[in-house]
């Protein structure tokens, strides 16, 4: 692969010269064509806004600083494809600039096991964020802004977005976030051809585009987009802007093909051998259909690269050690864990920079501390779920550690789609969800997140921590700050006590590491096993208790990662006599499911039951609710037994 | 329970009297109380804002025409509270307005068992959406805005809201929606106080609230929202206005209480006993928290109604008989059935009206056949999903009949929580969700939906319907239109071949009707069973073709409906043996879970595999990325002649 030296890079003159622009006007030729191809071969993907986009790639990919040897690192400016169906168009750029080999582009698009998938991913060179669904990628850009001034980085940020897409709520979010934090390094190009998948803008869904990046506090300016000397001039300017920009790049769709300009039909739809042939006539291009299909036939499909990860250093402290004595609840465990981190990682050291994410509940979600240990780390995003959890998420991917706390109903139900690009995106998150399962206190069926677990069962990458106590709390909290990856800690509202052991020591004491995938075995026992999740395991304990008075003993087992349960301890706990699973969390979906499936799989048969939520929930003391769902002590007792006589 | 007649309803008069304000006056006096006394008998609750609501709550309930004698019918005004946490301030109105019993509010709220939960739900009189997750109460008005405006009923829809939550993306999305459809039946008012649970508006995210309204095509006027006169004044303007119009009441949080006034700590906190006593002099009224305690101690919490549903006339039409020498996709089938119910239901006739809502993708999720039958049935919502979900599940609440159909990736993992929502209020939406699982195209990983029946099984009211070939979609689509509830039927994007008995005749034939629940022996056999889903049936039954070419005959149970099996067929068909599961979904979340979950609680311990989805795929043709993911017919067949050795 040819790496091309970039004519262009930042704005070190105030045009562009005739040669230049001679030279970018040919690679777009260029480009297109190979747009036309891969489409073509590949009978899907979408031309049309790939056409129109193609100078806003082409340039942006030019003046931004990421070339094919800085794109592995953290010291440049990123770039950032909201309309990632366009994928064509980028990856074209992405050829002309040396990043990727345009002729493996152009045979292996959408092809099964290549990296040029029909949205970008960030497995291609240069792609920062992989996106699709479209709406996440100006949260994106922020996040990465974000993260760049928490570092102390005087780079930029490039946006590009489609036009139909803008009407996404997600995207005002993302907005007002970027104003109000003042990131005059961003700068956004949107694609604005007026046309998308249905018929144009008007007719599918009205909008002022200016009025709504105005209103939110955005300098707006225009140029025509396939121009570009004009771009060049739009995006120079918007470089040294003190206020977020945002370009309206006015586009045709289709463009350079008269048959495809300004028709809709070309957003989703590639062309006919026959109209292959007369499109690249147009473009003077001489049409390589057939080498391009035997070069997909024959050769096997580029893989792309591994998702950048980064070296992160925090000083994660010492942990706190809670006395059997003390009654708190793991939120403030968190929080205080939070607070030390804040102390230990100040802003300008050596360390990775730490930024917490809010969405108004510091107060409830105990990130106060952390404000007023490192107040330059602490993010205030407003009632803005959804772009605030991709922002938190990009943050993470670019360099800084990011955590966002929210109530379980607002960290992953409002957000679970946000929390899936997240994970496809390889990104480095740390959530904390508080208030989770019934024990949200009074708010009722709206507040209670009886889903989390069921709902991050779905990811591939994910980790999710559900600490029994403050003490476990803890340590999790400290081991989600030096562990990269996506990790959610869920706790729930209440007091809870320090687990003790028999001795009535802490069970968790100054010796215990949290490890990812281990259980707690609480108690042993001779009479099978009560698993346990987070909040709950006190109340197993209680349950035990009960269950002896009557002779019986039962182990009861902590499974704080109900994700990465090991075999070895299903087949040590659960494959054989009575086993029941007892938790804070949908019947169907939690730790109970997740445990029968195992036990099934594994070929074990024990006596199997499940205790958990089986309807939506009442409004009430946590206590109350609980006690109404058949979730009490006595409730977990009396269900034991009763499977033991089965 | 008293009845008050209703001093005010609709604006017969310019000005309100003297008499009447005077009423209404003593009216707040009184109702504030009761906010008060509920919070501080309760311990928790949000007073703050349910004061600076007050006059809004008081008025808005006045001049609607809701009455305690129509609020069950669909002939009248609705009235959608956004900021569903200032529960007490609605409770205490609808108390006034003879909806509800004060006193009983006043005693229950916040009791495990009782309807005056801590935000706003149905079960209580006057309730018209459940909300309390900030966000979607706009668009819920929006969609009791479009049903009135289907069955041609002249009544108004008020939206009332909080300021902090003005920032929620998804609001921006329904402004839109209510603009482009013109509904000028819709009047907002807007809490203007300024104060959101950590500070002021400003220091949280500030935003320009007029802007962002009109950015959107709304009219917005303003008001002092404690002053009736001028709220009753702007609310009568905004009757007459054909445009949607939004009504700022600038207020002041804690309202009536000197020291809790303009006090960001009592967003969300109540009264102390001593503070209580002191407020209740500063209104002049007799304090009774005692009284209340005692009656909460005493009396059963009061359960409220059931939520209301509503007589639905569907004309369903004939099945269409897909003849086994076809092959097209579900989804043409489905949309199919759509364009017969659309002809066979036209607007204005008896039948219930049909509403189908479309993200811009009508063309691939086939909805275009309705479009083309109801024009004036088909709402173009655009790129908006968020709002799109909410509005379609209210206007089925509202007495139309409505239908989303979406991409799985976007009807319901970028809506999982607007679905829960509408879950939680009980309507009657009909979901189509199409390109489930790897067979979404060369789309890639940000658009495979292999996760929506981990994500339904979440929920306790919807049905999921997952249909094995064009025959069955048909029938159960029309089943969805003809049955009350949330229902989703997904479907793959491929062709498929028409289902056969070993005879070559249609499996779903003529005679078939599709029951919820009900499991589909496609083929029997005596060596175990293959549980196959949707669109893997046909797979399935390939894959007992080879098996049978070595000597293996296993049964294929085909499973439409994967949160609904029932005991008997789990024990008929896999309580022994070798029983696969085998469905293009997550491995941990789909149909092998649900069916390991199943057979373990029942007891039973057969062979038991499963096959699904096991990480991101890849992007390219749908057989190819099965394939990788080892999911084809010969897969199967190899695991499950492994799990007979076994």
Redesign the interface.
């Given at each position: 692969m040819g790496v091309r030296k970039k004519t262009v890079q930042g704005f070190p003159e105030k045009t562009l010269s005739l040669e230049v622009l001679e030279e970018l006007s040919g690679m777009c030729r260029k480009a297109r064509g190979e747009v036309l191809t891969m489409t073509t071969l590949?009978k899907?993907?979408h031309p049309g806004g790939s056409l129109s986009s193609m100078e806003m790639y082409m340039l942006a990919y030019g003046v931004a600083e990421i070339s094919p040897e800085n794109c592995e690192t953290l010291e440049r400016d990123f770039l950032v494809i909201d309309h990632?169906h366009t994928s064509p168009g980028a990856y074209a750029a992405l050829g002309a600039w040396g990043f990727v080999d345009s002729s493996e582009a152009v045979a292996h698009f959408?092809?099964?096991?290549?990296c040029?998938?029909?949205?970008v991913?960030r497995s291609v060179p240069g792609i920062d964020w992989?996106?699709?669904?479209?709406?996440q990628g100006l949260a994106a850009a922020v996040g990465y802004a974000l993260a760049l001034r928490a570092r102390g980085i005087s780079k930029r940020v490039y946006a590009l977005m489609g036009d139909?897409?803008q009407?996404?709520?997600?995207?005002?979010?993302a907005r007002?976030?970027a104003?109000?934090e003042k990131l005059g390094n961003i700068t956004v190009l949107v694609d604005y051809n007026n046309i998308?998948?249905?018929g144009t803008l008007d007719?599918?869904?009205?909008?002022?585009i200016r009025?709504?990046w105005?209103?939110?506090?955005w300098e707006v300016t225009e140029c025509d987009g396939h121009d570009l000397q004009a771009l060049y001039a739009a995006l120079r300017e918007a470089s040294s802007s003190p206020t977020p920009r945002v370009i309206l790049c006015r586009t045709v769709m289709g463009k350079g093909v008269s048959f495809m300009e300004n028709t809709p039909e070309y957003h989703g739809k590639p062309l006919s051998g026959e109209q292959y042939l007369e499109a690249m006539k147009e473009l003077g291009l001489a049409p390589y259909l057939e080498e391009a299909s035997l070069r997909r036939s024959r050769n096997t499909p580029p893989k792309g690269r591994e998702i950048p990860r980064y070296p992160v250093h925090v000083d994660t402290g010492t942990p706190r050690l809670y006395e059997a004595s003390e009654k708190t609840d793991n939120r403030s465990a968190f929080g205080n864990a939070l607070g030390d981190l804040g102390k230990r990682n100040p802003s300008g050291g050596k360390n990775t920079p730490l930024l917490v994410f809010?969405c108004?509940?510091?107060?409830s979600v105990k990130t106060s501390g952390f404000a007023k240990a490192l107040p330059e780390g602490f993010i205030?995003?407003?009632?803005?779920?959804?772009?605030t959890a991709t922002v938190a998420g990009a943050a993470s991917a670019g360099g800084a550690v990011s955590l966002w706390a929210d109530f379980g109903?607002?960290g992953i139900?409002?957000?679970?789609?946000q929390q899936?690009?997240n994970?496809?995106n390889g990104a480095n998150l740390k959530l904390g969800l508080t208030h989770v399962g019934l024990d949200v206190?009074?708010?009722?069926?709206?507040?209670q997140s009886?889903?989390y677990v069921?709902?991050f069962?779905?990811f591939?990458g994910w980790r999710l921590v559900v600490p029994a106590d403050p003490n476990q709390t803890d340590r999790a909290t400290r081991y989600a700050f030096a562990t990269w990856g996506n990790i959610c800690l869920a706790m729930g509202r209440s007091k809870l006590p320090v687990l003790t052991r028999e001795d009535g020591t802490p069970f968790y004491d100054a010796s215990y590491t949290f490890e990812y995938g281990a259980v707690d075995l609480l108690r042993d026992g001779k009479d099978g096993t009560i698993f346990c999740m987070g909040h709950m395991a006190w109340r197993a304990l209680k349950a035990r208790d009960m269950l002896l008075e009557k002779g019986i003993s039962p182990r009861v087992v902590h499974v704080p990662c109900p994700l990465a349960l090991k075999d070895e301890d299903i087949r040590r706990y659960a494959s054989s006599g009575a086993v029941l699973a007892y938790e804070d969390h949908?019947l169907?979906?939690g730790l109970?499911?997740i445990l029968?499936?195992r036990?099934?799989?594994l070929?074990?048969?024990p006596?199997?039951?499940?205790l958990g939520v089986?309807?939506?929930g009442?409004?009430?003391?946590s206590e109350?609710?609980m006690?109404?769902m058949g979730l009490s002590p006595k409730d977990v007792a009396a269900r034991f037994a009763a499977l033991l006589k089965?």
């Amino acid at each position: 692969m040819g790496v091309r030296k970039k004519t262009v890079q930042g704005f070190p003159e105030k045009t562009l010269s005739l040669e230049v622009l001679e030279e970018l006007s040919g690679m777009c030729r260029k480009a297109r064509g190979e747009v036309l191809t891969m489409t073509t071969l590949a009978k899907s993907g979408h031309p049309g806004g790939s056409l129109s986009s193609m100078e806003m790639y082409m340039l942006a990919y030019g003046v931004a600083e990421i070339s094919p040897e800085n794109c592995e690192t953290l010291e440049r400016d990123f770039l950032v494809i909201d309309h990632g169906h366009t994928s064509p168009g980028a990856y074209a750029a992405l050829g002309a600039w040396g990043f990727v080999d345009s002729s493996e582009a152009v045979a292996h698009f959408r092809q099964c096991g290549s990296c040029f998938s029909g949205h970008v991913e960030r497995s291609v060179p240069g792609i920062d964020w992989g996106t699709g669904n479209l709406g996440q990628g100006l949260a994106a850009a922020v996040g990465y802004a974000l993260a760049l001034r928490a570092r102390g980085i005087s780079k930029r940020v490039y946006a590009l977005m489609g036009d139909g897409g803008q009407v996404k709520g997600q995207i005002a979010e993302a907005r007002r976030i970027a104003a109000k934090e003042k990131l005059g390094n961003i700068t956004v190009l949107v694609d604005y051809n007026n046309i998308q998948i249905s018929g144009t803008l008007d007719q599918i869904m009205p909008f002022d585009i200016r009025k709504l990046w105005e209103a939110d506090g955005w300098e707006v300016t225009e140029c025509d987009g396939h121009d570009l000397q004009a771009l060049y001039a739009a995006l120079r300017e918007a470089s040294s802007s003190p206020t977020p920009r945002v370009i309206l790049c006015r586009t045709v769709m289709g463009k350079g093909v008269s048959f495809m300009e300004n028709t809709p039909e070309y957003h989703g739809k590639p062309l006919s051998g026959e109209q292959y042939l007369e499109a690249m006539k147009e473009l003077g291009l001489a049409p390589y259909l057939e080498e391009a299909s035997l070069r997909r036939s024959r050769n096997t499909p580029p893989k792309g690269r591994e998702i950048p990860r980064y070296p992160v250093h925090v000083d994660t402290g010492t942990p706190r050690l809670y006395e059997a004595s003390e009654k708190t609840d793991n939120r403030s465990a968190f929080g205080n864990a939070l607070g030390d981190l804040g102390k230990r990682n100040p802003s300008g050291g050596k360390n990775t920079p730490l930024l917490v994410f809010d969405c108004d509940l510091a107060g409830s979600v105990k990130t106060s501390g952390f404000a007023k240990a490192l107040p330059e780390g602490f993010i205030q995003t407003g009632i803005q779920e959804h772009a605030t959890a991709t922002v938190a998420g990009a943050a993470s991917a670019g360099g800084a550690v990011s955590l966002w706390a929210d109530f379980g109903v607002f960290g992953i139900a409002e957000t679970y789609n946000q929390q899936r690009l997240n994970d496809c995106n390889g990104a480095n998150l740390k959530l904390g969800l508080t208030h989770v399962g019934l024990d949200v206190g009074e708010d009722g069926m709206t507040h209670q997140s009886i889903d989390y677990v069921g709902l991050f069962r779905n990811f591939f990458g994910w980790r999710l921590v559900v600490p029994a106590d403050p003490n476990q709390t803890d340590r999790a909290t400290r081991y989600a700050f030096a562990t990269w990856g996506n990790i959610c800690l869920a706790m729930g509202r209440s007091k809870l006590p320090v687990l003790t052991r028999e001795d009535g020591t802490p069970f968790y004491d100054a010796s215990y590491t949290f490890e990812y995938g281990a259980v707690d075995l609480l108690r042993d026992g001779k009479d099978g096993t009560i698993f346990c999740m987070g909040h709950m395991a006190w109340r197993a304990l209680k349950a035990r208790d009960m269950l002896l008075e009557k002779g019986i003993s039962p182990r009861v087992v902590h499974v704080p990662c109900p994700l990465a349960l090991k075999d070895e301890d299903i087949r040590r706990y659960a494959s054989s006599g009575a086993v029941l699973a007892y938790e804070d969390h949908s019947l169907h979906t939690g730790l109970g499911s997740i445990l029968a499936s195992r036990i099934l799989s594994l070929g074990y048969a024990p006596a199997f039951g499940a205790l958990g939520v089986s309807r939506l929930g009442e409004s009430g003391v946590s206590e109350d609710v609980m006690a109404e769902m058949g979730l009490s002590p006595k409730d977990v007792a009396a269900r034991f037994a009763a499977l033991l006589k089965a």
